[in-house]
């Protein structure tokens, strides 16, 4: 929701005006009635959770634009599973065939 946010203050949506958040919810449609409750699990200002997003977003960039960066598929090695969500872009199976492993 920080991240919509900070699109939205931006003017990212086409169709809705940008401004100031005041706050967050998440809106469960399968509820009866809507249920709204505040998104907020520790009570902060909209702004201040979005200007620190906004701060992360931007470093991750960052850090992503460098062509020194490697884009690893399992890019923490203490939750390496058998096969990671982005595995099959980086043709691990096939390596590993190749290399022996099994």
């Keep these: 929701l920080p991240l919509t946010g900070l699109i ?8 809705v005006p940008s401004g100031p958040i005041a706050a ?3 809106i469960r449609i399968f509820d ?5 409750k505040p998104a907020n699990a520790v009570e902060r200002d909209a ?3 979005i ?3 906004a701060e992360k977003f931007i470093a991750l960039i960052k850090h992503y634009d460098d062509p ?3 884009y690893l598929s399992q890019p923490n090695p203490h939750y ?5 969500d982005f595995d099959h872009l980086a043709r691990r199976r096939e390596r590993e065939i190749l ?3 099994e």
């Design 51 to 53: 200007n620190d997003i």
């Design 32 to 36: 009866e009635p809507f249920a709204a």
């Design 47 to 49: 702004a201040a959770v």
């Design 8 to 15: 939205l203050q931006a003017g990212g949506f086409e169709e």
């Design 99 to 101: 290399s022996g492993a």
């Design 80 to 84: 390496t599973d058998d096969y990671g």
């Design 24 to 26: 967050f919810a998440y």
């Design 68 to 70: 020194d960066t490697p």
